[in-house]
C-alpha cells in the first residue's frame, strides 16, 4: 500500500544546530507540503513543492528550507534550531488533479530545540 | 494566522447525541475538507465538498457549505467513543493546491 512516512518520529536537540526531517512517499504526488502544529495555532505551513526542483514559501517560512529533488522526498531542514520551532511537524502529499485534492499525512515529528 | 476558524474549539457529548463543529474561511475557495486527528497521530482525510455542492454525506457525517457565508459546518450524527480526537476544516483557495488549515475543535464523545 502507498503511504508517507516521516523520521524520526521524535527528536531533541541543542539551539544553534542544524536539523533535517524526513518526508517520503510512494503515492506519486507532485504535491507535498511541510505543516507545523503548535497548540492554539491549528496547522501552518511552512514549505510546499508541487514538483522536483520546485519549492515555495508558506506563511511559516523563516528558519526552514526545503529541497525537492525527487518526487518521493520532499526533507525540512532547519538551519539554526531555535527553541520557538519546538513543535510537531507534519508532512503531506496530494494529487495534482484538481479533483483529487485530499491530503495524505504521515504520522508526525515531535521536535524539541534545548 | 489562520484562514480557517472553528467553533467550538472543545465539545463534549454523550455516546449517540450528534455534534456539530462549525468552521468559517475568508477567502473564494475550490473546495473545503474535513480531517480528523487522534492523539499523537496524524491527520486524516473525512470529506470533501467542493465549492459549487451546498451539502454532502459520508455514512454518519453531513458536510455543509454557505459560500455567501464562507462557512462549513461538519455534523456527526450518533456519536460513538471511537469519534473521540481533533477535527480540522481545510480550505483549497481557487488558485492554490495547498490546503489553509482551521485551529479545530477537540470532541469528546463520553460512554
Known amino acids: 500500500d502507498a503511504e508517507i512516512t516521516q523520521s524520526p518520529r521524535h527528536k531533541i536537540t541543542e539551539t544553534g544546530r542544524q536539523v533535517t526531517l524526513a518526508c517520503h512517499q510512494t503515492?506519486?504526488?507532485?504535491?507535498m507540503f511541510w505543516y507545523r502544529q503548535d497548540l492554539g495555532h491549528g496547522l501552518r505551513l511552512i514549505h510546499y513543492?508541487?514538483?522536483?526542483?520546485?519549492?515555495n514559501k508558506g506563511e511559516v517560512s523563516d528558519g526552514y528550507s526545503v529541497s525537492r529533488s525527487n518526487t518521493e522526498d520532499l526533507p525540512l531542514t532547519l538551519e539554526s534550531a531555535a527553541s520557538s520551532q519546538t513543535s510537531v511537524y507534519f508532512c503531506?502529499?496530494?494529487?495534482?488533479?484538481?479533483?483529487?485534492?485530499?491530503?495524505?499525512f504521515g504520522q508526525g515529528t515531535r521536535l524539541t530545540v534545548v | 494566522s489562520q484562514q480557517g476558524e472553528e467553533d467550538p474549539q472543545a465539545l463534549s457529548i454523550q455516546e449517540g447525541e450528534n455534534a456539530t463543529m462549525n468552521c468559517s474561511y475568508k477567502?473564494?475557495?475550490?473546495?473545503l475538507q474535513w480531517y480528523r486527528q487522534n492523539s499523537g497521530r496524524g491527520l486524516v482525510h473525512l470529506i470533501l465538498?467542493?465549492?459549487?455542492?451546498r451539502e454532502k454525506h459520508s455514512g454518519r457525517l453531513r458536510v455543509t457549505l454557505d459560500t455567501s457565508k464562507k462557512s462549513s459546518s461538519l455534523l456527526i450524527t450518533a456519536s460513538r467513543a471511537a469519534d473521540t480526537a481533533s477535527y480540522f476544516c481545510?480550505?483549497?483557495?481557487?488558485?492554490?493546491?495547498?490546503?489553509?488549515f482551521g485551529s479545530g475543535t477537540q470532541l469528546t464523545v463520553l460512554p
Open positions: 503531506a502529499s496530494s494529487e495534482s488533479n484538481t479533483y483529487r485534492t485530499e491530503a495524505f
Open positions: 503515492w506519486n504526488h507532485n504535491n
Open positions: 513543492s508541487y514538483g522536483v526542483q520546485d519549492t
Open positions: 477567502t473564494s475557495i475550490n473546495n
Open positions: 465538498i467542493r465549492s459549487n455542492e
Open positions: 481545510a480550505s483549497r483557495g481557487s488558485s492554490a493546491r495547498q490546503l489553509t
